[in-house]
């Protein structure tokens, strides 16, 4: 294969890693957010030592870089939190397509804060990605129902606002691995407080199933590292959507999930202005 469809084979299995780690949350029953999240997160912590070990790539990165280093890592927490909320809350395909908003925000906080500068086209794209999410959300004066949605938008913000600072690390130099141990790391110290106050005993089932979405979470992080070390975002970032697919499968042939026409509308339209954003930038590169 070549290299670009290896990337493009790389970043289709992230997709799939993710959406089955969403669904194995939902799996794991009634649990708090919070102590999803430790476990996830404590399962990838030890993968990224593990490979910073093997590699021989030291933390003198981190001395330098503690501030973006701690931005990534909240926001980034944010969004798990938020996603897994979601996840508990609604179906898997609308928690998944509000999670993929987070390269619309991305776009946003990098014209605020790394100072990119956003196109017009850039900006009609972005608008149009939130439009299509208010089908998806439904507005509504029932807060009971509309409350998941919009922790499931502010966990795609807290993404987007973690990718913005990952792409800053990225610039400076601070290697993939050490960026994703410090994350997992903050993200296990930042839960347990509240993991210990709250703790809810869990099942070998359901302990085995938080560790096999840690896994299946760590996966993904390594296909989508791996991929991009095959070809360039502007090439293959797009395939990154197919998670929508995967989710729309495994929520409706394992949680018999299926989402109404708005929402199908929404993922219409924010997949669209991926496709569109992704065309967009390849041609401008």
Do not use: W
């Amino acid at each position: 294969m070549s290299r670009k469809t290896k990337g493009i084979v790389l970043i289709i299995c992230s997709a799939f890693f993710f959406a089955l780690m969403n669904l194995l949350v939902r799996l794991s029953g009634d649990l708090p957010s919070v102590q999803k999240s430790f476990f996830r997160n404590f399962v990838a912590m030890f993968a990224a030592f593990g490979i910073l070990l093997k590699s021989g790539c030291g933390l003198s990165s981190v001395r330098n870089n503690l501030f973006p280093l701690f931005i990534r890592s909240f926001f980034g927490t944010v969004g798990i939190l938020g996603n897994f909320y979601a996840i508990d809350h609604m179906i898997l395909t609308d928690a998944s397509m509000l999670n993929k908003l987070s390269p619309f925000f991305a776009v946003i906080f990098s014209a605020l804060f790394l100072k990119e500068k956003i196109k017009p086209t850039q900006l009609l794209i972005v608008i149009t990605a939130f439009v299509g999410s208010l089908f998806i959300i439904k507005p509504t004066m029932q807060i009971e129902r509309f409350f998941p949605y919009m922790v499931g938008f502010l966990g795609g913000m807290g993404a987007g606002a973690a990718y913005t600072a990952v792409r800053y690390l990225g610039g400076k130099g601070v290697p993939g691995a050490v960026i994703v141990f410090f994350f997992s790391l903050f993200s296990c110290v930042f839960c347990l407080p509240f993991v210990i106050s709250d703790f809810t005993p869990m099942t070998i089932f359901q302990l085995t199933i938080l560790l096999l979405a840690g896994l299946a979470a760590t996966g993904g992080q390594f296909c989508i590292t791996y991929a991009y070390t095959y070809a360039p975002a502007r090439d293959i970032s797009v395939y990154d959507y197919t998670q929508i697919i995967f989710s729309a499968i495994l929520g409706y042939f394992v949680l018999s999930q299926l989402p109404d026409i708005y929402s199908f509308l929404g993922y219409i339209i924010i997949c669209s202005m991926g496709v569109i954003n992704f065309v967009v930038s390849k041609k401008s590169q």
